[in-house]
């Protein structure tokens, strides 16, 4: 089971980048996936996740609007499309899997494993 985030890079405050988190050794339509998001000097955080089935998302109140999470099953990737960037959007970008599929909380990192390496977003003019 690997997990793979890609898609970072620098972009301007206002501007858009699209994160995929990419999967080896399962089937992500079967999983749910978390976003989380870790700054220089502070705590991981969750941005967003989505769940078993497609309409199950959810996201922190700061990127709500902005931020959209989705899957394809073809391709076997969760997308992050991240819009209206600022630079408080700054940091390293992980997916994971929750430990327990069917209990978790969304944006609590311990809940979580299987992060792979993640990818920098860097949001600035």
């Known amino acids: 089971v690997q997990l793979q985030a890609s898609g970072g890079g620098l972009v301007q405050p206002g501007g858009s980048l699209r994160l995929s988190c990419a999967a080896s050794?399962?089937?992500?339509?079967?999983?749910?996936i978390g976003w989380f998001r870790q700054a220089p000097g502070n705590e991981r955080e969750g941005v967003s996740c989505?769940?078993?089935?497609?309409?199950?998302?959810s996201y922190a109140d700061s990127v709500r609007g902005r931020f959209t999470v989705s899957k394809d099953k073809a391709k076997n990737t969760v997308y992050l499309q991240m819009n209206s960037l600022k630079p408080e959007d700054t940091g390293v970008y992980y997916c994971a899997l929750p430990k327990e599929m069917s209990s978790y909380s969304c944006f609590y990192p311990g809940d979580f494993a299987s992060w792979g390496q993640g990818t920098q977003v860097t949001v600035s003019s």
């Open positions: 989505i769940g078993r089935y497609e309409y199950s998302t």
């Open positions: 050794g399962f089937t992500l339509e079967h999983y749910p």
